[in-house]
């Protein structure tokens, strides 16, 4: 289930609102990549980064989104015929 939030940086004086995500988390290969796009699309920020990860979250709460690099995780060739978020 998501909910709409309300920007607090407005951007021409009208406010943006963006989807909630609730405590997700999200395996990649592409960190900064990632990090990049939710800023983007959701108006994410990083709270918090490690070398093998980063929470994000685009409201008060401390992280609404977890992004994480695991050692042996691979980018998947075949990834469209597979079952996937």
Same mark, same amino acid.
């Given at each position: 289930?998501?909910?709409?939030?309300?920007?607090? /940086?407005?951007?021409? @004086?009208?406010?943006?609102?963006? +989807?909630?995500? *609730? *405590?997700?988390? %999200?395996?990649? #290969?592409?960190?900064?990549?990632?990090? !990049?796009?939710? /800023?983007?699309?959701? @108006? $994410?920020?990083?709270?918090?980064?490690?070398?093998? @990860? /980063?929470?994000?979250?685009? !409201? &008060? +709460?401390? *992280? &609404?989104?977890?992004? #994480? $690099?695991?050692? @042996? %995780?691979?980018?998947?060739? !075949?990834?469209? %015929? *597979?079952? &996937?978020?």
């Amino acid at each position: 289930m998501s909910t709409i939030a309300t920007s607090l /940086a407005p951007v021409d @004086g009208a406010p943006i609102s963006y +989807a909630q995500f *609730h *405590h997700n988390n %999200l395996m990649t #290969t592409r960190l900064a990549e990632m990090c !990049d796009w939710y /800023a983007t699309v959701l @108006g $994410m920020t990083v709270t918090f980064e490690y070398p093998m @990860g /980063a929470w994000l979250t685009n !409201d &008060r +709460a401390n *992280h &609404r989104l977890a992004l #994480t $690099m695991v050692p @042996g %995780l691979s980018e998947d060739p !075949d990834q469209r %015929l *597979h079952s &996937r978020l």
